[in-house]
T-cell receptor, first 113, second 117 residues
Framework: DGGITQSPKYLFRKEGQNVTLSCEQNLNHDAMYWYRQDPGQGLRLIYY???????QKGDIAEGYSVSREKKESFPLTVTSAQKNPTAFYLCASSILLGDTEAFFGQGTRLTVV | AQKVTQAQTEISVVEKEDVTLDCVYETRDTTYYLFWYKQPPSGELVFLIRRNSFDEQNEISGRYSWNFQKSTSSFNFTITASQVVDSAVYFCALSGRSGGGADGLTFGKGTHLIIQP
């Protein structure tokens, strides 16, 4: 089945550690996104990528990094510079950037302990 | 800058009642797209509808209907004869190219809809 797979579903991190969230899609979509969701808040854009080897900062990119070496994969690294990393992270993809419907993964809940 | 406002944080109705979720947006773009997504307890967002700024025709899909009014910058969502399975958080979102760059979707904060049996 085509879709977006995020792993792991739950992730615990110690303060000061970097951690990488996986996002894989087999929809042949060019555009991919990472969003952060906090309780009672909408989704805020962290990074997005329009095409392989290209990515742009979103509204809250500080403390995060990404790579887009393959069309199917868009991993997100939460670095120790991110002051408040505990949140729900959602990855999405779409055929084109912005104007077409995005398909979302099931999310990764990151908790800093 | 773009902005989406969903003023209703939480709505609770009894099953079979009709319910409308409000969405008001702000954008400087003349061409833009509006979306509604549903987020069930499982967490992933499920796409419901996409509407472009030039198409103000209302749309109905089963028990769901959408009212797009450009004059009031609103894109409201109505569920008719609500069911318990409709319980979820619903997000309204906007895309556009303000300033010449495309940057994904701008989401509202969501409305938590609770349908009581």
């Amino acid at each position: 089945d085509g879709g977006i797979t995020q792993s792991p579903k739950y992730l615990f991190r110690k303060e000061g550690q970097n951690v990488t969230l996986s996002c894989e899609q087999n929809l042949n979509h060019d555009a991919m996104y990472w969003y952060r969701q906090d309780p009672g808040q909408g989704l805020r854009l962290i990074y997005y990528s329009q095409i392989v080897n290209d990515f742009q900062k979103g509204d809250i990119a500080e403390g995060y990094s990404v790579s887009r070496e393959k069309k199917e994969s868009f991993p997100l690294t939460v670095t120790s510079a991110q002051k408040n990393p505990t949140a729900f992270y959602l990855c999405a993809s779409s055929i084109l950037l912005g104007d077409t419907e995005a398909f979302f993964g099931q999310g990764t809940r990151l908790t800093v302990v | 800058a773009q902005k989406v406002t969903q003023a209703q944080t939480e709505i609770s109705v009894v099953e079979k009642e009709d319910v409308t979720l409000d969405c008001v947006y702000e954008t400087r773009d003349t061409t833009y797209y509006l979306f509604w997504y549903k987020q069930p307890p499982s967490g992933e967002l499920v796409f419901l509808i996409r509407r472009n700024s030039f198409d103000e025709q209302n749309e109905i899909s089963g028990r769901y209907s959408w009212n797009f009014q450009k004059s009031t910058s609103s894109f409201n969502f109505t569920i008719t004869a609500s069911q318990v399975v409709d319980s979820a958080v619903y997000f309204c979102a906007l895309s556009g190219r303000s300033g010449g760059g495309a940057d994904g979707l701008t989401f509202g904060k969501g409305t938590h809809l609770i349908i009581q049996p």
